[in-house]
């Protein structure tokens, strides 16, 4: 048995700290920036377990990373001490090391699984547990797991660690607590702006001495698009183009760089583009060991999947030295980039964000396109969490001094949101626990209903609930005090003063006018944008604070008259449905110097209408009862919502799981309740493999293109009525959430489901692509693969045998060409 090797290097201030916490027998917690040497502590706790003898489990959020930390691992201290298990591989599964996605260990707990052997589990990405789809399977992990298993629960940094901290220690035992803010390598921010009058590329430092650079407020646009049409000089500044960008980068030694874009065209068309221009940064040596590489990875792959894939202009890129990283690529792509891009051959990739949540693939710069990103509803602002995520990929330890993060000048962002992002450090992690129908089976089969209430009532989202009871509590106890206060008043005022000496709030509303500066009550500057009269002297003032939220005050609502602190210009033409008009706006505000200060002496000159401010504040008492009765049993509701649910359905008897419950507890996925209802209903049963296939497809896909859907269509009648019955299932099921409140399912999308039927009986690539011109073939692999996961699941659980064999022979047909060389991993 070898022994792990030696380390070579010196440790840091806070991996010398976790350490000493792991050999004291210590569950640890490790907030650091990314790139900081978090690593160096999993490897501890892996040496700690050969060295006793015991299992290690390391977890990771997504398949890539499993793969890599797998290939990373054996070639640390041995492929034949090492598994890898995810839904597409499952490679040595008894090792002393087991990688693998966090949602498998959930499934294993839930199973129950003898894990005797097992001395610690390393949750990698632990701040993943805010994600709204998949978070609650890392609290799952931590609730289930057995508690003599220490854990190492690596993330990056949050400002709330030590509360994370505190839960973990309160399920899990002591838990040491570490945080690192320090890069290893120091990050410089850095902002362009291209000339229109000089054809110049004008970069600044985005901050000075961890202060916004006032030269970078004169690149403000003065207007936007709609204000520009009416200017007859529009701004000098301009966006840059990529190609100056690279070269300013590339003349400096600034390469290889990461260019962030938030569309996978975008990405390809940026690489197509910059190919096209001529660009290259390879040598012929670099280009040669591209093609080997590309060789090797594609090897798999049949002539007429690589034509329909343009695999020849892909590789032409690549050689180049510039390629793109999105979910749209096919798997073998992917990795071929990435591998080239980690030996240094790569040096311009344009990525989606998926590259800063997965591999570890550090740069020495990285380029963010845009601020803003599309979340369906529209564009928003990038979060701090957002962009240090992002960020954290530029810098090299070992190799780079310093890394640095370019933001290219928008029309639609203004500076003083890229220095806030730039000097924003770490962020508040908030739990996205949320009881589902399978958790609940899965909880109610092994505890009874008051002590699956207890075991939720530990997750770190009621914690937080509890926290925020507290807080809720004290502001209660501060507003019934200033209730008393102000019968009083109105008391002393019945007796002593006129009414017409108080203040009329409705001639300082009637003089606002658009622009005019107001302070809210929290203090916070407000621009008017208009006051609208209504029958019987009733107002309504619209405005948009310096946060960029529009915002709308009822006169009657007015407890103290609103007093005009200065004026700002606002943008033409009014358009505060858009966010970038309100960015505009709010970026006005916070330039004005009219009122700040001022939030002390707000209310001088004014006198208070304690009349109004009693209805006021016992109106805000009752709204703080309601919300401490919801926040402080919010989890145990929920639980008791879903469980009614599953009640009406059949699939619990009173609190006791009943059969068709059971086929529940074995699937996980995001549609669970209407899978097991149509398995129930016999909806997969009598079918054939593609068949099988093509229902299955209806329960994964999901049409993301921003055009209308197209028409369904279903390859075979039999397929039609199935899918019928299914959209009956979920017309109910819909019905029961709405009733119960509980998150509703979303509705099954027939849109892959030819695709699905031919791919299951035999049709090639290139023929399944040139008909669904709208999908790529990374696309294709990737929903095809969760298809396979699906009748994974309903070969074991299905309850009729035939459909389970059904079921695997639809994933054997599935499981070919492309599809089978994506979920490949080489073993060192």
């Given at each position: 048995?070898?022994?792990?090797?030696?380390?070579?290097?010196?440790?840091?201030?806070?991996?010398?700290?976790?350490?000493?916490?792991?050999?004291?027998?210590?569950?640890?917690?490790?907030?650091?920036?990314?790139?900081?040497?978090?690593?160096?502590?999993?490897?501890?706790?892996?040496?700690?377990?050969?060295?006793?003898?015991?299992?290690?489990?390391?977890?990771?959020?997504?398949?890539?990373?499993?793969?890599?930390?797998?290939?990373?691992?054996?070639?640390?201290?041995?492929?034949?001490?090492?598994?890898?298990?995810?839904?597409?591989?499952?490679?040595?599964?008894?090792?002393?090391?087991?990688?693998?996605?966090?949602?498998?260990?959930?499934?294993?707990?839930?199973?129950?699984?003898?894990?005797?052997?097992?001395?610690?589990?390393?949750?990698?990405?632990?701040?993943?547990?805010?994600?709204?789809?998949?978070?609650?399977?890392?609290?799952?992990?931590?609730?289930?797991?057995?508690?003599?298993?220490?854990?190492?629960?690596?993330?990056?940094?949050?400002?709330?660690?030590?509360?994370?901290?505190?839960?973990?220690?309160?399920?899990?035992?002591?838990?040491?607590?570490?945080?690192?803010?320090?890069?290893?390598?120091?990050?410089?921010?850095?902002?362009?702006?291209?000339?229109?009058?000089?054809?110049?590329?004008?970069?600044?430092?985005?901050?000075?001495?961890?202060?916004?650079?006032?030269?970078?407020?004169?690149?403000?646009?003065?207007?936007?698009?709609?204000?520009?049409?009416?200017?007859?000089?529009?701004?000098?500044?301009?966006?840059?183009?990529?190609?100056?960008?690279?070269?300013?980068?590339?003349?400096?030694?600034?390469?290889?760089?990461?260019?962030?874009?938030?569309?996978?065209?975008?990405?390809?068309?940026?690489?197509?583009?910059?190919?096209?221009?001529?660009?290259?940064?390879?040598?012929?040596?670099?280009?040669?060991?591209?093609?080997?590489?590309?060789?090797?990875?594609?090897?798999?792959?049949?002539?007429?999947?690589?034509?329909?894939?343009?695999?020849?202009?892909?590789?032409?890129?690549?050689?180049?030295?510039?390629?793109?990283?999105?979910?749209?690529?096919?798997?073998?792509?992917?990795?071929?980039?990435?591998?080239?891009?980690?030996?240094?051959?790569?040096?311009?990739?344009?990525?989606?964000?998926?590259?800063?949540?997965?591999?570890?693939?550090?740069?020495?710069?990285?380029?963010?396109?845009?601020?803003?990103?599309?979340?369906?509803?529209?564009?928003?602002?990038?979060?701090?969490?957002?962009?240090?995520?992002?960020?954290?990929?530029?810098?090299?330890?070992?190799?780079?001094?310093?890394?640095?993060?370019?933001?290219?000048?928008?029309?639609?962002?203004?500076?003083?949101?890229?220095?806030?992002?730039?000097?924003?450090?770490?962020?508040?992690?908030?739990?996205?626990?949320?009881?589902?129908?399978?958790?609940?089976?899965?909880?109610?089969?092994?505890?009874?209903?008051?002590?699956?209430?207890?075991?939720?009532?530990?997750?770190?989202?009621?914690?937080?609930?509890?926290?925020?009871?507290?807080?809720?509590?004290?502001?209660?106890?501060?507003?019934?005090?200033?209730?008393?206060?102000?019968?009083?008043?109105?008391?002393?005022?019945?007796?002593?003063?006129?009414?017409?000496?108080?203040?009329?709030?409705?001639?300082?509303?009637?003089?606002?006018?658009?622009?005019?500066?107001?302070?809210?009550?929290?203090?916070?500057?407000?621009?008017?944008?208009?006051?609208?009269?209504?029958?019987?002297?009733?107002?309504?003032?619209?405005?948009?604070?310096?946060?960029?939220?529009?915002?709308?005050?009822?006169?009657?609502?007015?407890?103290?008259?609103?007093?005009?602190?200065?004026?700002?210009?606002?943008?033409?033409?009014?358009?505060?449905?858009?966010?970038?008009?309100?960015?505009?706006?709010?970026?006005?505000?916070?330039?004005?110097?009219?009122?700040?200060?001022?939030?002390?002496?707000?209310?001088?000159?004014?006198?208070?209408?304690?009349?109004?401010?009693?209805?006021?504040?016992?109106?805000?008492?009752?709204?703080?009862?309601?919300?401490?009765?919801?926040?402080?049993?919010?989890i145990s509701r929920q639980f008791d919502a879903v469980c009614e649910v599953l009640r009406s359905a059949g699939y619990?008897?009173?609190?006791?799981?009943?059969?068709?419950?059971?086929?529940?507890?074995?699937?996980?996925?995001?549609?669970?309740?209407l899978v097991a209802e149509a398995l129930n209903h016999g909806v997969f049963d009598d079918l054939n493999e593609a068949e099988l296939a093509s229902l299955a497809s209806t329960f994964v896909y999901e049409h993301r293109s921003?055009?209308?859907?197209?028409?369904?269509?279903?390859?075979?009648?039999?397929?039609?009525?199935?899918?019928?019955?299914?959209?009956?299932?979920?017309?109910?099921?819909?019905?029961?959430?709405?009733?119960?409140?509980?998150?509703?399912?979303?509705?099954?999308?027939?849109?892959?489901?030819?695709?699905?039927?031919?791919?299951?009986?035999?049709?090639?690539?290139?023929?399944?692509?040139?008909?669904?011109?709208?999908?790529?073939?990374?696309?294709?692999?990737?929903?095809?693969?969760?298809?396979?996961?699906?009748?994974?699941?309903?070969?074991?659980?299905?309850?009729?045998?035939?459909?389970?064999?059904?079921?695997?022979?639809?994933?054997?047909?599935?499981?070919?060409?492309?599809?089978?060389?994506?979920?490949?991993?080489?073993?060192?």
């Amino acid at each position: 048995m070898t022994s792990p090797p030696q380390r070579q290097f010196s440790l840091d201030r806070f991996q010398r700290e976790a350490i000493a916490h792991l050999d004291a027998g210590r569950s640890v917690l490790v907030a650091a920036p990314t790139g900081s040497g978090k690593t160096v502590i999993a490897e501890h706790a892996i040496d700690r377990g050969l060295e006793s003898g015991s299992r290690v489990f390391y977890t990771t959020p997504i398949k890539a990373l499993s793969n890599q930390k797998f290939r990373d691992l054996s070639e640390r201290i041995g492929s034949s001490r090492v598994g890898l298990l995810t839904g597409d591989n499952a490679v040595n599964p008894d090792a002393d090391i087991v990688v693998m996605t966090t949602e498998v260990l959930r499934n294993m707990l839930y199973e129950g699984r003898q894990l005797a052997d097992l001395s610690a589990v390393i949750l990698d990405e632990v701040h993943y547990l805010e994600d709204a789809f998949r978070g609650p399977v890392w609290e799952e992990v931590i609730l289930h797991l057995p508690q003599w298993v220490r854990l190492v629960c690596l993330s990056a940094t949050v400002s709330n660690a030590e509360e994370l901290t505190g839960w973990l220690s309160s399920i899990r035992g002591e838990t040491g607590c570490v945080v690192e803010t320090h890069r290893p390598v120091e990050l410089q921010h850095l902002y362009a702006v291209g000339d229109r009058r000089s054809h110049q590329l004008h970069v600044i430092p985005t901050l000075l001495d961890a202060n916004p650079n006032s030269e970078g407020f004169r690149f403000d646009p003065e207007g936007r698009r709609g204000a520009q049409r009416q200017r007859p000089n529009r701004s000098p500044w301009t966006v840059p183009s990529r190609l100056d960008v690279l070269d300013h980068l590339e003349e400096r030694d600034l390469l290889p760089v990461i260019w962030f874009v938030f569309s996978r065209k975008g990405c390809d068309e940026a690489a197509s583009n910059l190919a096209r221009a001529g660009a290259r940064y390879t040598s012929g040596e670099e280009a040669d060991r591209i093609r080997e590489i590309a060789n090797e990875r594609l090897e798999g792959l049949a002539s007429e999947d690589l034509g329909v894939l343009d695999a020849r202009s892909w590789q032409e890129r690549l050689e180049r030295g510039i390629a793109s990283h999105h979910a749209g690529m096919v798997p073998a792509f992917k990795e071929t980039v990435e591998r080239c891009f980690a030996e240094g051959l790569v040096r311009v990739v344009f990525a989606t964000e998926t590259l800063a949540l997965g591999v570890n693939l550090p740069a020495r710069s990285v380029v963010i396109d845009k601020l803003t990103k599309f979340t369906g509803d529209g564009h928003d602002l990038l979060t701090p969490a957002q962009f240090t995520q992002l960020t954290g990929r530029a810098g090299r330890r070992g190799i780079d001094d310093r890394g640095y993060a370019v933001v290219p000048w928008s029309p639609f962002t203004q500076f003083d949101q890229v220095a806030a992002l730039a000097g924003s450090r770490s962020f508040r992690l908030r739990s996205a626990f949320r009881p589902t129908y399978n958790m609940a089976t899965n909880l109610l089969q092994r505890f009874d209903a008051g002590e699956a209430r207890a075991l939720l009532g530990r997750s770190f989202a009621q914690y937080q609930a509890d926290a925020t009871v507290v807080k809720i509590e004290e502001r209660l106890r501060h507003e019934r005090q200033r209730l008393a206060d102000l019968h009083e008043q109105v008391a002393e005022l019945a007796e002593t003063e006129p009414v017409g000496e108080t203040v009329e709030i409705s001639d300082a509303v009637s003089r606002l006018r658009p622009g005019d500066l107001v302070h809210g009550d929290d203090g916070k500057r407000f621009a008017v944008l208009g006051v609208s009269w209504r029958r019987g002297g009733r107002a309504r003032i619209r405005l948009v604070s310096e946060g960029a939220h529009e915002a709308r005050w009822d006169m009657a609502e007015l407890d103290v008259a609103p007093i005009t602190l200065g004026r700002i210009e606002l943008p033409f033409p009014m358009a505060p449905e858009r966010l970038d008009y309100r960015q505009d706006v709010a970026a006005r505000i916070r330039r004005s110097s009219a009122g700040r200060g001022a939030r002390r002496q707000r209310r001088a000159g004014q006198r208070e209408d304690p009349t109004r401010a009693l209805a006021r504040t016992s109106n805000e008492i009752r709204l703080l009862e309601t919300r401490l009765r919801q926040t402080g049993s919010s989890i145990s509701r929920q639980f008791d919502a879903v469980c009614e649910v599953l009640r009406s359905a059949g699939y619990l008897d009173g609190w006791t799981v009943t059969e068709q419950g059971r086929t529940l507890a074995g699937i996980y996925h995001e549609r669970d309740l209407l899978v097991a209802e149509a398995l129930n209903h016999g909806v997969f049963d009598d079918l054939n493999e593609a068949e099988l296939a093509s229902l299955a497809s209806t329960f994964v896909y999901e049409h993301r293109s921003p055009g209308p859907p197209p028409d369904p269509w279903f390859p075979s009648p039999t397929v039609g009525e199935r899918f019928d019955t299914v959209i009956e299932l979920w017309g109910v099921l819909h019905r029961r959430e709405r009733a119960e409140g509980v998150s509703e399912t979303a509705r099954p999308d027939p849109g892959f489901a030819p695709v699905a039927h031919a791919w299951a009986r035999g049709e090639s690539l290139p023929r399944l692509l040139d008909q669904s011109s709208d999908m790529t073939a990374g696309d294709f692999v990737r929903n095809v693969k969760q298809i396979i996961d699906l009748v994974g699941q309903i070969s074991t659980v299905a309850p009729r045998p035939a459909t389970q064999a059904t079921a695997r022979r639809a994933g054997d047909a599935l499981h070919r060409g492309v599809v089978a060389l994506s979920g490949s991993v080489a073993v060192p």
